[in-house]
């Protein structure tokens, strides 16, 4: 069983940057989908993006153009680089990964493992 564990989370002003990286350990595969999701405060957890095993991206919306998912799968290590952060952007990141597709599909239930999550704080 796969394990991720997140870090790269703080305090940052509008316009800023941050770089989120996951760690996967355990019974890893390079044939997971890896992914980031968040959840704001008193909102939902949301899909942000996902990265297939075999290269191919996916984001939400609202982050295209300003976040980059990236992984190295020799290091089982995936990145989000997020730039132009917005106050909205404020939430608990979270790492996953996906055997099944799901993530893929910006689906966040029943995947095969969750990080306990970073906190990313964008203030104006």
């Known amino acids: 069983q796969v394990q991720v564990v997140e870090s790269g989370g703080g305090l940052v002003q509008a316009g800023g940057s941050l770089r989120l990286a996951c760690a996967a350990s355990?019974?890893?595969?390079?044939?997971?989908?890896m992914g980031w999701l968040r959840q704001a405060p008193g909102k939902e957890r949301e899909f942000v993006a996902a990265?297939?095993?075999?290269?191919?991206?996916n984001y939400v919306n609202s982050v295209k153009g300003r976040f980059t998912i990236s992984r190295d799968i020799a290091k089982n290590m995936v990145y989000l680089q997020m730039n132009s952060l917005k106050p909205e952007d404020t939430a608990v990141y979270y790492c996953?990964?996906?055997?099944?597709?799901?993530?893929?599909?910006?689906?966040?239930?029943?995947?095969?493992?969750w990080g306990q999550g970073t906190l990313v704080t964008v203030s104006l």
């Open positions: 355990g019974r890893t595969s390079s044939r997971y989908i």
């Open positions: 996953a990964a996906d055997s099944s597709g799901r993530l893929w599909s910006g689906e966040h239930d029943n995947l095969d493992a």
């Open positions: 990265i297939h095993w075999r290269g191919g991206t």
